[in-house]
């Protein structure tokens, strides 16, 4: 089956299983320096349809495009510098794919950016894998629980060794992790990934591997390894998961596609199991089924737990993510960039109204809530209102980073997300 872009799209989410209720992801791509992180996030804004045209930069062992020039680096620096892209995949989709400041530990930065994401893309480079700043951002995600799919990028290098990463994945990391693709033929040869759970190849044609080729008979070369991969994809899942345990035991390998989908989102959400999916991103191959997975496996804003801290003692009590319940909203990152001074702000209950009266509660100062806008790769959008779970900017916004923001109902709760103590001097 051979088909454009915007069938490939929609395959996509015939493919996509087993749904989450709210059809939001936040979600954010950490990674060592050099791995792939920008390539990716371009490609990831391409197939969603928030770009035109990839810049097409030479890798460093000239493996890749045409032109490399300071002019093309620039310009592609700039499509994805917002600290939150608003993106659609699959119909009805909206991801917020948010920047995170990657290989800089402990600072507040750091600890705003994971608060703000629901779940993470961990990319590795397919030649050296597990590298310093991979166990810095996998130690980031850890302690702010954030669950994540894992990226095996420069399948097309000489020297990649997806398995190898693999294992590195499991020993330096100590996450139960297996193959959900993994690739067909490396370094020059690579043009594809196995689908290891529906078992069909996927081949990446067109000029930016825009058009999708699904083929359900595998090669006969591929055949036997496919299948091993999914009996040990089912085999780290039977450790992870009971009921998915008792469904193996009982069936032996003979599971239902939809369960195995099933299992893997649950562990994913639970933080026990990390998915992998191969590809190269400057290649164009591999990323869509990733993109399917922020969708399949990463959890919705609803399903993750938020607290905020209560009063003189700051005591932590649950939030829901109900559009109709008091706003508890945090300015996450204050951004001086291309379109002004904007403040990005995650919503966590209730829902931040243009021209509503809000409280910030460091300040205590009450203000009307200016133009709000969603970011796309180079252009903006304006909105009436973000609900729970959203993420949106704020022009025109006296305050700092790090603040809460709240209405009449919250002000009342003295509900922060953020310590507005301040802090003991150090003598
Ligand atoms: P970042 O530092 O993680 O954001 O990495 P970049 O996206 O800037 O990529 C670093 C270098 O690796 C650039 O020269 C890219 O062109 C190159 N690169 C990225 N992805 C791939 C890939 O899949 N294969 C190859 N061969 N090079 C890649």
């Not at 590795?124 to 980031?140: A, K, M, N």
């Not at 398995?163 to 193959?179: C, D, W």
Request: glycine share 8%.
């Amino acid at each position: 089956v051979q088909m454009s872009l915007e069938a490939a799209r929609e395959a996509s989410e015939e493919r996509g299983l087993e749904q989450a209720p709210i059809a939001r992801r936040n979600f954010g791509i950490a990674a060592h320096i050099d791995s792939g992180k920008t390539t990716l996030s371009e490609r990831i804004l391409f197939y969603a349809g928030r770009i035109r045209k990839i810049h097409e930069v030479r890798g460093k062992d000239g493996v890749g495009a045409t032109m490399d020039s300071m002019e093309l680096e620039r310009e592609r620096g700039i499509t994805i510098a917002s600290a939150a892209t608003y993106l659609n995949w699959q119909r009805g989709f909206h991801l917020n794919l948010i920047d995170t400041p990657g290989h800089v530990d402990f600072t507040i930065e750091v600890e705003r950016a994971m608060r703000v994401l629901d779940g993470a893309i961990l990319v590795l480079c397919g030649v050296s894998g597990v590298q310093s700043q991979s166990l810095t951002v996998d130690r980031q995600m850890r302690r702010y629980r954030v669950p994540r799919l894992t990226f095996v990028n420069k399948l097309d290098r000489q020297g990649a060794n997806p398995e190898r990463v693999l294992q590195q994945l499991m020993e330096k990391l100590h996450q139960p992790a297996a193959f959900l693709t993994f690739p067909i033929g490396l370094e020059r040869d690579l043009c594809g990934v196995v689908d290891v759970i529906r078992q069909q190849a996927i081949y990446f044609d067109g000029g930016y591997g825009e058009q999708l080729r699904i083929e359900d008979n595998l090669p006969s070369s591929l055949q036997h390894k496919a299948e091993q991969a999914r009996r040990l994809l089912i085999e780290r899942l039977a450790n992870v998961d009971e009921r998915f345990g008792d469904l193996f035991i009982e069936q032996e390998y003979r599971v239902p596609d939809e369960e195995i989908h099933r299992a893997v989102r649950r562990a994913t959400i639970a933080r026990s199991f990390t998915p992998v999916f191969c590809g190269s991103a400057l290649r164009n191959i591999g990323v869509q089924p990733l993109l399917d997975a922020v969708v399949s496996y990463l959890p919705s804003p609803v399903e993750v737990r938020s607290f905020a801290m209560q009063g003189e003692a700051e005591q932590r009590i649950p939030l829901e993510p109900d559009a109709g319940a008091p706003l508890v909203s945090l300015a996450f990152k204050l951004e001086d960039g291309r379109f002004g001074q904007l403040t990005y702000v995650r919503v966590y209950q209730g829902t931040l109204r243009r021209g509503e009266t809000v409280y910030n509660v460091r300040t205590g100062k009450r203000l009307r809530v200016p133009r709000l806008v969603r970011l796309h790769a180079d252009q903006m959008e304006d909105i009436q209102e973000a609900a729970a779970g959203d993420i949106c900017a704020m022009f025109g916004l006296d305050c700092a980073s790090g603040d809460t923001f709240t209405d009449e109902r919250g002000l009342e709760k003295r509900l922060t997300l953020e310590s507005i103590r301040v802090p003991e001097p150090v003598i």
